[in-house]
């Protein structure tokens, strides 16, 4: 079982910045595959980016490339996004979510991949 939790949500005007975590435990954090999600009120969940456990391979949407950045530090167990230049359209509730993935450079792209799932934290980005 792993237990993810994320933090660094919170409200920021366009144009501004946030950094979120995504705290791992429960099983060798170097042995899952990562992702961001994003659902906003009356929408589907969206995968936002995603990496590899090997953190070779990364997978941006076409409305966050150049915006946002994933990266993770398996010595801290974390997974991260920088999000720059926030929009208002990137308001949304932001899910972490993890699995174990047995080949090094793979990248997961739908929610049905993923096994483990944070509680989310909510980005509002205010015009």
């Known amino acids: 079982q792993v237990q993810l939790v994320e933090s660094g949500g919170g409200l920021v005007q366009a144009g501004g910045f946030l950094r979120l975590s995504c705290a791992a435990s429960g099983r060798t954090f170097s042995s899952l595959a990562m992702g961001w999600f994003r659902q906003a009120p009356g929408k589907e969940r969206e995968l936002v980016t995603a990496?590899?456990?090997?953190?070779?391979?990364?997978y941006y949407e076409d409305s966050v490339k150049g915006r946002f950045t994933i990266s993770r530090d398996d010595t801290k167990n974390t997974v991260y996004v920088q999000m720059n230049s926030l929009k208002p359209e990137d308001t949304a509730v932001y899910y972490c979510a993890a699995r174990v993935s047995y080949s090094s450079g793979s990248l997961y792209y739908t929610a049905h991949d993923y096994t483990y799932w944070g509680q989310g934290t909510q980005v509002t980005v205010s015009s």
């Open positions: 990496i590899s456990k090997n953190g070779y391979s990364t």
